[in-house]
């Protein structure tokens, strides 16, 4: 399954009466059969969109043509698109990839990590990588080196939030130190091939008493990616997919696969925004319930669903609503893309995940926390092609956002994406200089 692109090219159709392709069918377009302008929108929004017919069919190619009772629209662009390598062509420079894994020592080994969905993508990664076959035993041969600071593990080896993130930092700062005075490789890059992971709240600032060389250069893969977080740099850094759901209490993803299909299901979304969740949280969701809270076509839930409830409302509303709490981050984000509802992320800061990978403005509406007064309006304001465009190309967006159970899952997943930036990065260091 192709990556979104990060930039889709200026398109127009040219119109073929009396044609049709045979097979090549990408998707079906409910209720748009005979509109043409809908289906243009449609497949204008989607790379992989050559062509539609009048039936409502989105087609792969536009070519070879046979006499049909339809009418066929052939995507032409206007400019040439941007030269973007996507995790599955052969750019992939994964392959590439030597990853050592530092051990820790003995007194920070021994704490075990917390069962909780929310930052489940600390151990599920590390679980991965090393089944993955990319990790080397002789660090002389490595070109990408990983520091286990595991600050989720320690945050929660406390149960005082202030003390806990205390002891997440001096963890951190032991496992550093630990990694510069007993291996020379650090000093190969200043760090600039080292990387470290921390899927909780505190993202970067669990570097706080770390030595300003590390924080500088190491890439943190970080579930915040909130560019409010002085320690966090864009474009060195990577946001990670927001959640794995291993037992997750308002979500129905589970640990299983995303779900499969080339389109969301064909429901009726009766409801035009939802969100559930505690309204006390930060100073964007207060302002939402102040003024939306009896708004028309708003669903709002104050506190948390059952599954089934909230699976049924994700399911049956056309925009799912993705509001800053304490953080910037939410694993909202993909309980949204999973059940085909669009994302409006109204989060000012945030780096969203993989943003190389993903054009997230064909996938999601992003409104500024300034223009909050103006949501509803903005809602209704997307016409029901770009819409349906959004809906799709969440969809198909959705795979390179979920984790997987497995290193060798051969479907696009969060994994694989996670580790071609990271390969990206490391070939980045070894290109001579310009």
């Known amino acids: 399954m192709p990556a979104p692109s990060m930039a889709l090219p200026a398109v127009r159709f040219e119109r073929f009466e009396g044609v049709d392709v045979d097979g090549a069918d990408l998707a079906l377009v409910p209720g748009a059969a005979g509109d043409a302008a809908r ?11 050559a062509a539609f017919n009048l039936n409502g069919w989105l087609k792969l190619r536009a070519a070879p043509r046979v006499p049909s009772q ?45 069962a909780d969905y929310k930052y489940g993508a600390e151990p599920r990664f590390m679980r991965l990588l090393q089944a993955s076959g990319l990790v080397v035993a002789d660090p002389a041969g490595a070109n990408l080196f990983v520091v286990p600071v595991r600050c989720t593990a320690h945050r929660y080896s406390v149960a005082d939030r202030v003390a806990g993130q205390v002891a997440a930092e001096h963890a951190a700062r032991r496992l550093v130190d630990h990694v510069r005075h007993q291996w020379p490789f650090f000093n190969r890059s200043a760090g600039a091939d080292h990387a470290y992971l921390c899927a909780h709240d505190m993202g970067a600032s669990c570097l706080r008493q770390t030595d300003a060389l590390f924080r500088k250069n190491a890439i943190g893969l970080l579930n915040t990616g909130d560019l409010a977080d002085a320690d966090f740099v864009p474009h060195k850094d990577v946001t990670l997919p927001p959640n794995v759901g291993d037992g997750c209490p308002t979500c129905t993803q589970g640990g299983g696969p995303a779900p499969t299909g080339s389109t969301p299901p064909a429901l009726f979304r009766r409801h035009l925004a939802f969100f559930a969740g505690q309204f006390d949280r930060g100073r964007v969701r207060p302002r939402v319930k102040e003024l939306f809270w009896a708004h028309d076509g708003f669903v709002l839930i ?40 669009i994302p409006v992320i109204v989060s000012d800061g945030y780096d969203l995940p993989l943003a190389e990978l993903i054009d997230w403005n064909a996938v999601a509406l992003l409104v500024p926390e300034a223009q909050l007064p103006t949501l509803p309006g903005r809602l209704r304001a997307v016409p029901q092609g770009r819409r349906q465009a959004m ?44």
């Open 391 to 434: 809906q799709l190309a969440g969809w198909r967006a959705r795979a390179w956002l979920t984790w997987p159970a497995q290193p060798y899952d051969p479907m696009p997943n969060a994994f694989v994406a996670v580790l071609t930036l990271l390969a990206r990065r490391v070939h980045a260091l070894s290109l001579p200089p310009p």
């Open 39 to 49: 289906l243009e929108a449609v497949c204008g929004q989607l790379r992989e969109c």
């Open 70 to 114: 339809t009418d066929l629209y052939v995507r032409i662009e206007t400019r040439a698109p941007p030269v973007l390598p996507a995790p599955d062509t052969p750019a992939n420079l994964v392959p590439a990839l030597r990853v050592y894994v530092y051990p820790e020592p003995e007194e920070l080994a021994r704490v075990a990590a917390p």
């Open 302 to 341: 104050d506190g948390f669903l059952a599954p089934a409830d909230y699976q049924a409302l994700l399911q049956t509303s056309v925009f799912c609503l993705f509001l800053r709490g304490h953080r910037a981050w939410s694993p909202r984000l993909l309980d949204a893309l999973w059940h085909g509802c």
